[in-house]
T-cell receptor
Framework: KQEVTQIPAALSVPEGENLVLNCSFT??????LQWFRQDPGKGLTSLLL?????REQTSGRLNASLDKSSGRSTLYIAASQPGDSATYLC?????????????FGAGTQVVVTP | SQTIHQWPATLVQPVGSPLSLECTVE??????LYWYRQAAGRGLQLLFY??????ISSEVPQNLSASRPQDRQFILSSKKLLLSDSGFYLC??????????????FGPGTRLTVL
């Protein structure tokens, strides 16, 4: 069964520093990987989706890479701001799934201090 | 553009009472719909998913049930709530493409507290 791990569980950085968030998965047979942001008490906001054929995706200050062979994805957030404080979750959709079901990691809670 | 609504936003219910949470999606047709629960300090647990009207699949045995009476409406129910049903309930939608591409979009969630 696919397992998704996000380490560390929590991270604190000073404003302006680059953020590096890690996601690992045990089975490389995936359709795609999606990164989300969750603010306290809110739903999940989709940040980036990387298809299995892609190696990276970029949106503004965000860049996500995918290395299927090693079962890893990294989300980079450049020049962090206090507004980036949130929990970041990654999720993968395995190729064994026919219904669009994703397997989620537990998330990394990020605090950006002014 | 597509939007997803959930209500109520917050609910406090006594043990043994019934439950009905509603989710509706706008701006898309024939979406796949999903109910998740997020317990405090834990990850997302998929409860139910639906690929069409009246088609419901359950991921875990539990005290809850789901229904899809209309294409863009998904309802989570219980006849008698348990303390362990407390949590943050999230509805999500996606559209699957033949390439395997699909992106999930989430609603704002419902915070349920069972006392």
């Amino acid at each position: 069964k696919q397992e998704v791990t996000q380490i560390p569980a929590a991270l604190s950085v000073p404003e302006g520093e680059n953020l590096v968030l890690n996601c690992s998965f045990t089975d490389s047979a995936i359709y795609n990987l999606q990164w989300f942001r969750q603010d306290p008490g809110k739903g999940l906001t989709s940040l980036l989706l990387i298809q299995s054929s892609q190696r990276e995706q970029t949106s503004g200050r965000l860049n996500a890479s995918l290395d299927k062979s090693s079962g890893r994805s990294t989300l980079y957030i450049a020049a962090s701001q206090p507004g980036d404080s949130a929990t970041y979750l990654c999720a993968v959709r395995p190729t064994t799934d026919s219904w669009g079901k994703f397997q989620f990691g537990a998330g990394t809670q990020v605090v950006v201090t002014p | 553009s597509q939007t997803i609504h959930q209500w109520p936003a917050t609910l406090v219910q006594p043990v043994g009472s019934p439950l009905s949470l509603e989710c509706t999606v706008e701006g898309t047709s024939n979406p796949n719909l999903y109910w998740y629960r997020q317990a405090a300090g834990r990850g997302l647990q998929l409860l139910f998913y639906s690929v069409g009207i009246g088609q419901i699949s359950s991921e875990v045995p539990q005290n809850l049930s789901a229904s899809r009476p209309q294409d863009r409406q998904f309802i989570l129910s219980s006849k008698k709530l348990l303390l362990s049903d407390s949590g943050f309930y999230l509805c999500a939608w996606s559209v699957l493409e033949t390439s395997g591409y699909n992106e999930q979009f989430f609603g704002p969630g419902t915070r349920l507290t069972v006392l």
